[in-house]
T-cell receptor
């Protein structure tokens, strides 16, 4: 069965500082990987996704993530955080054989200090 | 990008009544729609997978008779919470999936259900 672990429940960074949110997955083959952002009381917005090819993927809002097969990781990064980035971030893994169905991590809450 | 709407965005109902939540894909046809439940400060829990014209597939532990799902067309799925109780209060989110999207789900904005 597929699973996702986000080790950091809550992260606080200063505005302008760099950010890395960790995500580890468990899946028997090469998965589809996603990062989503959720603001309070809102739905999920896709930041970026990895299906195949280049393991460094660029997303919206200046985010990027790197797929590392050897570490079963898909960490999200941003070089300079803005106050508007404060939100909940979810990593998800989707099965290639069950298109569309994804398993989500528990999320990481990002707080941005002025 | 593809847009998914949910209606209503918020609903308050009395214990024992039923509530229907609609999920619509506005600019594409969704072969599959998913229904999730999210508790405060928690991740999304998949409740069921809904395919147009067929019965929904429920995840383990989700009561089929309580959470009725109907996927009548390629753009509309509904979730009906029957005989609602306060413990059913939650944030319900749907997502729509189309083969042309390359295994990407598009999420609705969510529905906040409060049962009093």
């Amino acid at each position: 069965a597929q699973s996702v672990t986000q080790p950091d429940i809550h992260i606080t960074v200063s505005e302008g500082a760099s950010l890395e949110l960790r995500c580890n997955y468990s899946y028997g083959a090469t998965p589809y990987l996603f990062w989503y952002v959720q603001s309070p009381g809102q739905g999920l917005q896709l930041l970026l996704k990895y299906f195949s090819g280049d393991t460094l993927v660029q997303g919206i809002k200046g985010f990027e993530a790197e797929f590392k097969r050897s570490q079963s990781s898909f960490n999200l990064r941003k070089p300079s955080v803005h106050w508007s980035d404060a939100a909940e971030y979810f990593c998800a893994v989707g099965a290639r054989t069950n298109a569309g169905k994804s398993t989500f991590g528990d999320g990481t809450t990002l707080t941005v200090k002025p | 990008g593809a847009v998914v709407s949910q209606h209503p965005s918020r609903v308050i109902c009395k214990s024992g009544t039923s509530v229907k939540i609609e999920c619509r894909s506005l600019d594409f046809q969704a072969t599959t729609m998913f229904w999730y439940r999210q508790f405060p400060k928690k991740s999304l829990m998949l409740m069921a997978t809904s395919n147009e014209g067929s019965k929904a597939t429920y995840e383990q532990g989700v009561e089929k008779d309580k959470f009725l799902i109907n996927h009548a067309s390629l753009t509309l799925s509904t979730l009906t919470v029957t005989s609602a109780h306060p413990e059913d209060s939650s944030f319900y989110i749907c997502s729509a999936f189309a083969l042309v999207s390359g295994s990407e789900q598009y999420f609705g904005p969510g529905t906040r259900l409060t049962v009093t």
